[in-house]
Nanobody, 124 residues
Framework: QVQLVESGGGSVQAGGSLRLSCAAS????????MGWFRQAPGKEREGVASISDGRTVYADSVKGRFTISQDIAKNTVYLQMSSLKPEDTAMYYC???????????????????WGQGTQVTVSS
């Protein structure tokens, strides 16, 4: 059974930083694409960052501010968020896309497994 557990969310002032973590278990595929998504109230879930085989993809809105990374030995993926803005406020979700030839992508319909989310609130 695949489980993705996010942590690290919280409240921070604009300009601050947070690091989200996603601990994965039960993934047996030889290659897994991992992604971070977010959903603000009344808005659609959107891709923030993705990593697969060392390659990364970022949404334009977070380029230069967010960094996705992973520790394969710990089965954990991270999202380092800096220079946070009030518009970054959302529930952040971790997602996994196992397979053989899987490239990094921000397309949410490409992901098979999702975590429960962790709230990030940025105040001005």
């Amino acid at each position: 059974q695949v489980q993705l557990v996010e942590s690290g969310g919280g409240s921070v002032q604009a300009g601050g930083s947070l690091r989200l973590s996603c601990a994965a278990s039960g993934l047996t595929a030889s290659r897994v694409c991992m992604g971070w998504f977010r959903q603000a109230p009344g808005k659609e879930r959107e891709g923030v960052a993705s990593i697969s085989d060392g390659r990364t993809v970022y949404a334009d809105s977070v380029k230069g501010r967010f960094t996705i990374s992973q520790d394969i030995a710990k089965n954990t993926v991270y999202l380092q968020m800096s220079s946070l803005k009030p518009e970054d406020t959302a529930m952040y979700y971790c997602a996994a896309r196992p397979g053989w030839w899987v490239s990094a992508t921000l397309a949410k319909d490409q992901y098979n497994y999702w975590g429960q989310g962790t709230q990030v609130t940025v105040s001005s």
